[in-house]
């Protein structure tokens, strides 16, 4: 394994930082983990707040989940 890739988190770019907890959100989120995925999507912005795809995910994690009208029976 190279050398760089044994480096502490702390000591990785801010950027790929973000980008890693932005993909965690993803997944989190995809496995309806929703109060987990907003954690990393709050990491994220705080990492990089110009980050406007994290912030619309973001914003996505807070909306209520839609239910079936009539669920089938």
Same mark, same amino acid.
């Given at each position: ?13 801010? !950027?790929?930082? +973000?980008?890693?907890? $932005?993909?965690?959100?993803?997944? /989190?989120?995809?496995? =309806?983990? !929703?109060?987990? +995925?907003?954690?990393? $999507?709050?990491?994220?912005?705080? /990492?990089?707040?110009? =980050? ?22």
């Amino acid at each position: 394994m190279p050398k760089r890739w044994r480096m502490p988190p702390e000591k990785l770019p801010r !950027r790929l930082r +973000a980008q890693s907890y $932005y993909n965690l959100g993803n997944t /989190l989120y995809r496995k =309806d983990q !929703r109060k987990e +995925a907003l954690q990393a $999507y709050k990491r994220c912005l705080i /990492l990089d707040p110009t =980050d406007e795809d994290c912030r619309n995910n973001l914003l996505k994690v807070l909306e209520p989940p839609k239910t079936c009208p009539n669920p089938p029976p």
